[in-house]
């Protein structure tokens, strides 16, 4: 049984930048392949960034080269820097762990990020 907690969402002008945080706890964190996803109402999740226990990262074409993933396994953390935020960006943030091979597959109950003037 694990959780995983997202914070760092908030209210930001375009341009602006916000980090992401996800702590987990009951995992097995560094084993684990982490990935960010936003939602907006009425559209499908998409997968935004994901980082695998070996660091290896991917992101979504939309946010490449403005946001950055990373995790810290001695914190069970994982977090998401975004910048040069744009107002396409507005969405609930969620945050995801699963096994190497989806013997577990856990999500965080998301957090809200709006880029708005």
């Known amino acids: 049984q694990v959780q995983l907690v997202e914070s760092g969402g908030g209210l930001v002008q375009p341009g602006g930048s916000l980090m992401l945080s996800c702590a987990a706890s009951?995992?097995?964190?560094?084993?684990?392949?982490m990935g960010w996803y936003r939602q907006v109402p009425g559209e499908l999740r998409e997968l935004v960034a994901r980082?695998?226990?070996?660091?290896?990262?991917y992101y979504a074409a939309s946010v490449k080269g403005r946001f950055t993933i990373s995790r810290d396994n001695a914190t069970n953390s994982m977090y998401l820097q975004m910048n040069s935020l744009k107002p396409e960006d507005t969405a609930v943030y969620y945050c995801r762990e699963r096994g190497p091979a989806y013997e577990y597959d856990n999500w965080g109950q998301g957090t809200q990020v709006t880029v708005s003037s």
């Open positions: 009951g995992s097995r964190f560094s084993i684990s392949t």
């Open positions: 980082i695998t226990s070996g660091g290896s990262t």
